[in-house]
């Protein structure tokens, strides 16, 4: 194994790291190269977060091998990963071919390479938001100074993760304020209408239609913008 990092010193790359990011895709895959480099070469390392229906879809991975194994996972609803998100927070597994508890996802996984496995839950606002994979195709064993530090890094990965979820919400909001700004001037444009009046209007159109009101701005606009 390669010198094991200072704690102190891998949340201080991920800070200088991460602070500079926005988005939250950026910031996903800082945390995950952050902690890639302070592992030993046969260890990859993915993040998956939770999705509409309680299924898990891959963000950031160190390795293509990465995304396979989390697909694996999916296809099978078994693992390691999916484990951590409905069950215990973290769990390490040594020896993989010796695991009993998933018979279909064992043998894939072993067939693509990996000999031992660690995941560990994300929290954000309390909640399981998605984890932390690693997986190992040499070692068969999670030494346990990596699993500690695996542990203690997702803490500090789950509060930059919720900053960027605020910051790419606050955006959100921005453009969409902006886009129905645009539609509400060319609405007044057009009818000869107030400001609260042609806002009324496209609230209308959105209830009637059963489109959000920011599709029914941006469809206004885009519109627009194709005539000029």
Known sequence: MAPRPDLADL???LSR??????????????????????????????IVSLVRGGHV??????????QELDRVQRSTGQ????????????VAVDVLQ?????????????????????AVRLTVDERPWGAINVYCTQAERIDPHVERLVTLFAVHA???????????????ALQTRKLIG????????????????????LVRLSSNSNVKLREVAGELVGEANNRA
Not at 57 to 66: D, F, G, H, M, Q
């Open 182 to 201: 645009q539609a509400v001037g060319l609405v007044m444009e057009r009818f000869g209408l107030d400001a609260e009046l042609a806002f009324r209007y």
């Open 98 to 118: 010796h695991e009993q508890r998933w018979s279909d996802y064992v043998p894939r996984a072993l067939a693509l390479g990996v000999r031992a496995q660690l």
């Open 57 to 66: 879809e891959t963000r950031a991975c160190s390795a293509p091998l990465v």
């Open 79 to 90: 693992g390691p990963c999916l484990h951590v998100l409905e069950k215990e927070p973290v």
């Open 11 to 13: 949340l201080t790359q």
């Open 158 to 172: 789950a509060v930059a993760v919720e900053r960027s979820l605020r910051e790419d919400n606050l955006r959100a």
């Open 17 to 46: 790291e991460i602070n500079p990011r926005g988005d939250l895709g950026s910031t996903l895959q800082a945390v995950v190269d952050c902690l890639h480099r302070q592992l030993p070469a046969d260890h990859l390392v993915g």
